[in-house]
């Protein structure tokens, strides 16, 4: 679905959208679980140059691996949204431009409006955790054998290696 500018100049648009298992996707192994389905509202802005502002609620399920033990783990998103966008302005190479606090959090849009996939996508990915993990007390993998920690204790240990010492495992005596 495009926000048109055009049409956001008139009125204020209502929508409530489904987007299927697959639509949303990352290349770096994310996939979507279940319908992202949204509802909200977009907007332009009185007495701005073309800012639009979109609010609502959206609710998807991820899929990745898990970051520690390498298991499928699912990331549920169920949360409200308040977006704002403002058309790009270009600026000359070398142009220095400062921006307050306050336009850190505004995106810009490129052209006569957003697509709202596009806008939803955006903010799936910035919802989920930098580190994913299937639970808060996951054990990983062992570094020593490769084993999942969660499924079995194998009971290796790592050996810590003082790295002052590391330079003398490259001298050995010839012949031993």
Avoid at 42 to 48: D, F
Avoid at 86 to 108: L, N
């Amino acid at each position: 679905m495009f926000l048109s500018v055009k049409e956001l100049e008139i009125k204020k648009v209502r929508f409530a959208v489904t987007f299927p298992p697959g639509e949303i996707a990352d290349d770096q192994g994310l996939h979507q679980v279940t319908p992202l389905e949204a509802e909200g509202s977009a907007e332009l802005l009185a007495h701005t140059l073309g800012e639009i502002r979109i609010q609502g609620r959206l609710n998807v399920r991820m899929g990745a691996n898990c970051d520690r033990c390498l298991e499928p783990a699912e990331f549920p998103i169920d949360s409200n949204f308040d977006l704002f966008y403002r058309p790009e302005v270009t600026v000359e190479y070398g142009e220095e431009v400062e921006i307050d606090e306050g336009e850190s959090e505004i995106a810009f849009y490129d052209g006569g409006g957003v697509e709202l996939k596009d806008v939803l996508r955006e903010y799936v990915l910035l919802s989920l955790p930098m580190q994913r993990i299937c639970r808060e007390d996951c054990h990983g993998i062992c570094p020593v054998c490769g084993r999942n920690r969660n499924l079995v204790n194998c009971g290796c240990q790592a050996k810590q290696v003082d790295e002052r010492w590391s330079a003398l495992k490259k001298l050995q005596v010839k012949g031993t």
